[in-house]
DNA sequence: ATTTAGTTTAACGACTTTGTTAAACAACTT
DNA sequence: AAGTTGTTTAACAAAGTCGTTAAACTAAAT
């Protein structure tokens, strides 16, 4: 958004790290400045309070995807064709902050004001989205499914497997990381796949 | 488990409230207190400290998921039948109560001596699961995708609309709760036609 | 009528957290 | 040489949190 100062961005740097982890409650500004290696006054410095730092945080981990979402909830290209470029993005963003996904869940299952704030801010237009997705012919492309079962697919597919990374990693990959790894890369191909068959059989029947 | 008097219920049930909505740091012994209507010594009476009480609050909660997943992954029966009463069980399991997938992943991603710990006391063993599906033909019945990917197909589907619903209800579902319950609900059909289809696809390639 | 278990009230100490302030220091600019 | 900016140190008040204790109360059980 605006330059920022190397102190600046370690104090981001650890703020995103200890809230993504451990919450907003469970991280003391303190924590923040030790990860830092700063002065927990500068945090002041920077940053009014914990409040405005946290909010930082979340802005910056909203922006990491909700744009994607945007961008197909709104496009002027089809769905379909959609998908693919935009499981690799997401995919490719999570792998690098797996803790994204439970982190903003939580904040906004827990602080209920914050959707409707955020749909007003990006622009979102649940009408406008349902609207081009039947307009571009996507509920005569899914067979008659409810246009929305196919976003959630979409997204459970795409997200929940970095949701539940502890448990995917230690119950299904026994703990080895590179495996985890390579199995969530090969889903940028098997997801499109699933996606084109349950949308093509759903309409061949 | 044990036998629970009627205001250790009620203890019970402000906490896990609490905890669900807000986590373990962001929620104090008085807020659990006043929620449940009493005093908060009477907390520290029952369960002697918070730590404790959030344990048994998190174990209730793994309790109710985990069986259905060890279940599953030990089970004799074929992977392909198991999947519609599970589903279904999930499903059913998480109407009522949809802040459970968020909270359990939030501590198990911020604490992570807990996986190994669980895995222990659930007696759950990846390598007889995996062994397990292979000898009952499910690779070849998934036409050699990876067994756990179908896993996480599955789990992704069922649990992650559950996770988001603060996002899917505000967004695909206009706010409207009864629409979200609805769909949620159809999801129990969906989701095991989508498995079907997504192996008997594979196979006949 | 007395015991007992559950509960409340009040209070305490020890500790943590947040935000603030004042003073001093370092380093770089002008 | 003086000024500016970023930074540290030290200290503080206000508020909150947790666990504990002692004393008193209630109501049901013996």
């Excluded at 922006?63 to 490719?92: C, K, Q, W």
């Excluded at 697919?153 to 448990?167: D, G, M, R, Y």
């Excluded at 990693?169 to 889903?187: F, H, P, S, V």
Aim: charged share 25%; no cysteine; glycine share 4%.
């Amino acid at each position: 958004m605006v330059l920022q100062t190397e102190t600046e961005q370690k104090i981001i740097v650890s703020a995103e790290k200890l809230f993504y982890q451990n919450g907003k409650a469970g991280t003391s500004m303190q924590d923040i400045a030790d990860d830092a290696g700063i002065n927990r006054t500068l945090l002041n410095y920077y940053f009014r309070s914990k409040d405005q730092l946290f909010e930082a945080v979340f802005r910056k981990a909203m922006g990491r995807f909700v744009p994607n979402l945007v961008a197909m909830l709104h496009s002027d290209i089809s769905f379909e064709e959609y998908i693919p470029a935009m499981v690799e993005t997401v995919i490719d963003t999570m792998i690098e902050n797996p803790q994204i996904p439970i982190f903003v869940l939580q904040e906004l299952s827990s602080n209920r004001k914050r959707m409707p704030q955020i749909i007003k801010e990006m622009g979102i237009d649940p009408a406008i989205a349902l609207k081009k997705m039947e307009e571009e012919g996507v509920s005569k492309v899914t067979g008659g499914m409810d246009p929305r079962q196919i976003i959630l697919n979409l997204l459970s597919l795409s997200v929940f497997p970095f949701a539940a990374k502890p448990v995917a990693l230690d119950i299904l990959y026994n703990g080895d990381n590179e495996a985890y790894l390579e199995a969530m890369k090969e889903r940028k191909k098997i997801i499109p796949q699933l996606m084109k068959q349950l949308m093509s059989q759903n309409r061949s029947r």
